[in-house]
């Protein structure tokens, strides 16, 4: 009987012969996660719980990125015991301003192909792009790891995604993962792991593959795993020789297989307020917009960025256009690949590379009776300000074309 | 075998954490603090209206979104003795009996229970609504005993040696 991706990484990192769904075991963490929001709550239940140490300094990373830079004086607070702790217990990754975690976790290398690594953040499940079992968990399990360096899991079934062949011209990976969110609905996946195979994804580049994997915990996953290849070996400066055992058995057990062929998916859009209420764009075309958000851990790369410039270059942004890029990295790349001067000439509102509006704390906060068409990943009830916003989640594609009519259009 | 008897909230399906708590919110000091807006983009006035010992019976997909651990938090902070629900989100879930929040799977109570009505809970046995009673699982062995401890926090102190 074959394995699953993430039931191989599981018997890797337990040293146990086989795993099967429903097994719980115990893992040992390769890396962890803590960002800005939950570091006060870390540390205190850390402490609480009696711990004089944490299991490993190395092992431990310490983003700020929800509150960077502060838009209410409490937040200041975070950042002052997020600091303490890193002093006292000898922390040795901290970011203050280099981006949002779950962009630095892959891009910093501290998630690699085959690791188990946990975050307090629900959107964890984004370093499954490079082949690795990543998952949320709130902060009192998060202070248990930190002491102890293990963690209890449910061995999850497996829903296989096989998607072939080439994807039309205004189609991207956001307007797949939609459409697999529409699909399995908002609970389609949970307690599961998703693999998604087929020519389509080995296509995609390895920022393509996190939009997925960041959003498959829209449909209630616990990973959302891609088998490494060259690219992700070359993304993450592992040679294919050690991630080469990486990939689903010919014949594993899936619990469910979804195919789907890349000629027949079409741009489409979340419509308020729930992740899973998929239309194709050209049903709500027309919707006029207040503000257009491109940017964030889904959607803030270099590619996105690319896209964004190519359809904003010469043209005049009709309504508030904000451009959050994922990380310091990124914003230096588009700076130097002129994407940021094209964006800015079109009238965008360029920002600091961060969680920001996604979170709805900060950069482009909506009111009652406004509509938003955003790249990122949650159109939930007051996400992005008041609870009558209508918060509509797009393509970059999407997006832009959009902002340059001031209403919705298929890109 | 532990019985209570509760006043029931009525909810819907996929209940969010940021209809729990929206993030707005979570940078006020404790969750006393934030408690009052607990449910707020869905009904501002719920969680002025639990009261202690109330049962919250809701659809599929509990306290789906994001990883904040405020969200059962607060429903604990409302003395709220536990919730119903079809099927919760899995961190959610996880959240919750790391802090003791009892949380329980049935998807025939819906069906039947108003909002303000009574309901009994035989814990780990059954639901009874009006006279009728309904089956409901235990949880899994190593989760009742981090329930049992009082939550994941006090399994470590005991751990630790410090309690």
């Known amino acids: ?411 | 075998m532990e019985q209570f008897t509760g006043k029931v909230w009525v909810l819907g399906d996929d209940i969010d954490t940021d209809i729990i708590i929206p993030t707005e919110y979570l940078a006020l000091p404790t969750v006393e603090d934030m408690k009052q807006y607990g449910f707020s983009p869905l009904r501002p006035e719920l969680a002025g209206q639990i009261g202690e010992g109330d049962i919250i019976v809701a659809g599929k997909n509990f306290g789906c979104g994001s990883s904040r651990e405020q969200a059962p938090e607060i429903i604990k902070a409302l003395k709220v003795r536990c919730v119903i629900a079809k099927s919760y989100a899995r961190i959610f879930f996880r959240n919750s009996i790391n802090n003791g929040l009892l949380l329980i799977e049935n998807s025939e109570i819906q069906n039947v229970v108003k909002e303000g009505d009574m309901l009994t809970v035989n814990v780990g046995e059954s639901l009874v609504h009006d006279g009728q009673s309904y089956a409901i699982r235990s949880l899994p062995d190593n989760l009742m005993d981090i329930l049992n401890a009082g939550g994941l926090v006090k399994a470590m102190q005991k751990k630790n040696g410090v309690i």
Not at chain 1, 92 to 105: F, Y
Not at chain 1, 262 to 288: F, M, R, Y
Request: charged share 20%; hydrophobic share 40%.
């Open chain 1, 1 to 411: 009987m074959g394995h699953t991706v993430i039931e191989k990484i599981i018997q890797k990192n337990t040293g146990a012969a086989v795993v099967k769904p429903g097994d719980i075991v115990t893992v040992n963490v390769d890396r962890v996660m803590i960002h800005d929001i939950f570091i006060p709550f870390v540390a205190d239940k850390f402490e609480e719980m009696g711990f004089q140490s944490l299991w490993d300094t190395d092992k431990v990373v310490l983003i700020y990125d929800h509150l960077v830079p502060t838009s209410a004086v409490e937040d200041v607070r975070h950042f002052k015991i997020g600091d303490a702790f890193v002093k006292k217990f000898g922390v040795k990754h901290v970011h203050r301003s280099d981006g949002i975690c779950h962009q630095l976790m892959t891009e910093a290398g501290y998630a690699k192909p085959g690791d188990i690594v946990f975050g307090t953040d629900s959107h964890t499940t984004t370093y499954g792009c490079v082949g690795c079992f990543s998952s949320g968990i709130g902060y009192t399990e998060m202070a248990a790891i930190l002491g102890t360096g293990e963690m209890w899991i449910r061995v999850p079934e497996t829903i296989k995604v096989q998607i072939d062949g080439t994807l039309p011209d205004n189609v991207y990976a956001k307007d797949v993962i939609l459409r697999l969110l529409g699909d399995l609905r908002a609970d389609g996946a949970t307690y599961k792991a998703l693999e998604l195979c087929g020519s389509t994804v080995d296509n995609m580049s390895v920022a393509s593959r996190m939009t997925i994997s960041n959003m498959a915990v829209e449909a209630g996953a616990k990973a959302c795993l891609f088998r490494p290849d060259e690219k992700t070996c070359a993304y993450s400066g592992v040679p294919l020789s050690d991630v080469d055992w990486i990939y689903g058995d010919a014949d594993a057990q899936y619990c469910k297989v979804l195919t789907y062929k890349a000629e027949d998916l079409t741009p489409v859009v979340a419509c308020p307020s729930q992740v899973d209420n998929i239309h194709n764009v050209e049903e709500v075309a027309g919707t006029e917009l207040n503000q257009v958000f491109i940017g964030s851990c889904t959607n803030g790369r270099l590619e996105d960025l690319k896209v964004a410039a190519e359809i904003l270059d010469g043209k005049t942004v009709a309504c508030k256009c904000i451009i959050t890029p994922a990380s310091r990295k990124i914003y230096m790349e588009a700076i130097e690949a002129g994407y940021m001067e094209t964006l800015a000439m079109a009238g965008c509102i360029i920002t600091q590379p961060g969680c920001g509006l996604c979170c709805g704390r900060s950069g482009g906060i909506l009111c009652d009776g406004e509509t938003v068409l955003a790249t990122n990943n949650r159109n939930f009830l007051g996400r992005m300000g008041t609870s009558k916003v209508g918060i509509y989640l797009g393509s970059p594609a999407t997006a832009a074309s959009s902002a340059i009519a001031g209403k919705i259009v298929v890109p």
